[in-house]
C-alpha cells in the first residue's frame, strides 16, 4: 500500500501499526505569521520522542495540525527522515471554540477552500482535517466541512474531522449527504468527555470510522477505552475503532487547551496495549484496530 507522506510516496507494511491522529508540533502563533520556525532543540526531541516508535511496531503517525497551528511540512519531512517513522501531514481548518480560523479560511468560499486543499494534497498532505466546536458548528466550521468533501470528491483523500464532546453524528449525517463515503471519515475524540457508548455505536453503524483517539490523557481511564472497545466489539463494530493518542509535542496556543495536552505518544503500543490484553482483549482485535483498520481508513489516499 503507498501513501503520500512528509517524504513522498512511501509504502506502508500491512503488518505494522499506524497511529491515526498525532500532533508533533501545535503553534497558534503560526495563524498571525508570529510563530518562529521550530529550532534545532525541538526538532531533536521530536526525533528522539518518534524514535521510540518502530521498535514497538509503529511504521506512521497521521500529524493532524492543518496549515496556520504551527504546521511545517519541511519540519516534518526532516524529523520524519532523522526518526524512521512516516508522517503523514493534513491540510484542512481547525475550529472556531477557543479561537479564530485565519483570515484566509474565514474570508474564502468553498471552492476556494477546497482548492486550496487540493493543492496542499497534491504537494504532500495526505489528509484533510475539519473540526466543529462543542455544541455547535458556525459557518465557518461548516464551510470547511463542504470544502472537505469537495477536495475528498476530487482526489479520495481520506478526512479526519475533530469533534469537541459533541456533533459527531451530525457531521456524519452532514458528509454522507455531502456524498462522501463514510468509510474513508474518521469522526474523532469520540467519546472523550461524557458522551454514552451509543454516541459511537450510531457513528460507527453509519460506517464513519470512530476515534477512541484520547488514550492516556487522565480525563478518561484506560478500562473507560477498554469497556467501549469491548461494547462496540460485541456489537460487531470492531472494524470501525481507531486508536490514538491525540499527542503533541510541542505546543504554543490558549491555556485552556494547554493544560490538557499529552506527550506520551508510546503510552499506547506499550502500557495501554498491556492493559488491554490483561483485560481480555484479543490480540488480534488489538491488532485490528492499529493496524488493518487504520490502513484501510488510509487506502483512499493509496497512490496507484
Not at 19 to 42: M, N, S, W
Not at 95 to 119: G, I, K, M, T, Y
Given at each position: 500500500m503507498h501513501v503520500r507522506t512528509v517524504r513522498g510516496?512511501?509504502?506502508?507494511?500491512?503488518?505494522?501499526?499506524?497511529?491515526?491522529?498525532?500532533?508533533?508540533?501545535?503553534?497558534?502563533?503560526?495563524?498571525?505569521?508570529?510563530?518562529?520556525?521550530?529550532?534545532?532543540?525541538?526538532?531533536?526531541?521530536?526525533?528522539r520522542v518518534l524514535r521510540a516508535?518502530?521498535?514497538l511496531g509503529i511504521q506512521a503517525i497521521v500529524d493532524c495540525t492543518p496549515p496556520g497551528y504551527g504546521r511545517d511540512l519541511d519540519f516534518l519531512r526532516r524529523v520524519s527522515e532523522r526518526s524512521g517513522v512516516h508522517i503523514i501531514a493534513s491540510t484542512g481548518t481547525f475550529?472556531?471554540?477557543?479561537?479564530?480560523?485565519?483570515?484566509?479560511?474565514?474570508?474564502?468560499?468553498?471552492?476556494?477552500?477546497?482548492?486550496?486543499?487540493?493543492?496542499e494534497l497534491n504537494r504532500g498532505c495526505g489528509v484533510i482535517k475539519v473540526a466543529t466546536s462543542q455544541g455547535e458548528a458556525n459557518g465557518n466550521e461548516i464551510k470547511a466541512i463542504h470544502a472537505a468533501a469537495q477536495a475528498h470528491r476530487e482526489t479520495g483523500a481520506p478526512i479526519v474531522s475533530h469533534t469537541t464532546g459533541s456533533l459527531g453524528i451530525e457531521q456524519a449525517a452532514l458528509y454522507s449527504e455531502l456524498g462522501v463515503d463514510l468509510a474513508k471519515v474518521l469522526i474523532s475524540h469520540v467519546c472523550a468527555d461524557e458522551e454514552p457508548p451509543e454516541y459511537a455505536i450510531d457513528i460507527a453503524r453509519r460506517g464513519a470510522f470512530v476515534g477512541f483517539d484520547r488514550i492516556g490523557h487522565t480525563s478518561h481511564s484506560d478500562d473507560h477505552w477498554i469497556q467501549l472497545i469491548q461494547k462496540l466489539a460485541a456489537e460487531g463494530l470492531a472494524g470501525r475503532i481507531l486508536l490514538s493518542h491525540d499527542s503533541v509535542q510541542q505546543f504554543n496556543g490558549p491555556e485552556a487547551i494547554?493544560?490538557?495536552?499529552?506527550?506520551?505518544?508510546?503510552?499506547?503500543?506499550?502500557?495501554?496495549?498491556?492493559r488491554a490484553l490483561e483485560a481480555g482483549l484479543q490480540r488480534d482485535v488489538f491488532a485490528q484496530l492499529t493496524t488493518a483498520n487504520p490502513l484501510r481508513w488510509l487506502a483512499s489516499n493509496e497512490v496507484k
Open positions: 510516496v512511501a509504502e506502508l507494511d500491512p503488518a505494522l501499526a499506524v497511529l491515526p491522529h498525532e500532533h508533533v508540533v501545535i503553534d497558534y502563533r503560526q495563524k498571525e505569521g508570529a510563530a518562529p520556525p521550530p529550532t534545532l532543540a525541538t526538532e531533536d526531541d521530536c526525533v516508535l518502530p521498535p475550529c472556531e471554540q477557543w479561537s479564530d480560523q485565519p483570515a484566509w479560511v474565514r474570508s474564502a468560499a468553498v471552492e476556494d477552500l477546497a482548492a486550496a486543499f487540493v493543492a494547554a493544560g490538557h495536552t499529552f506527550s506520551d505518544i508510546s503510552y499506547l503500543p506499550e502500557s495501554f496495549r498491556h
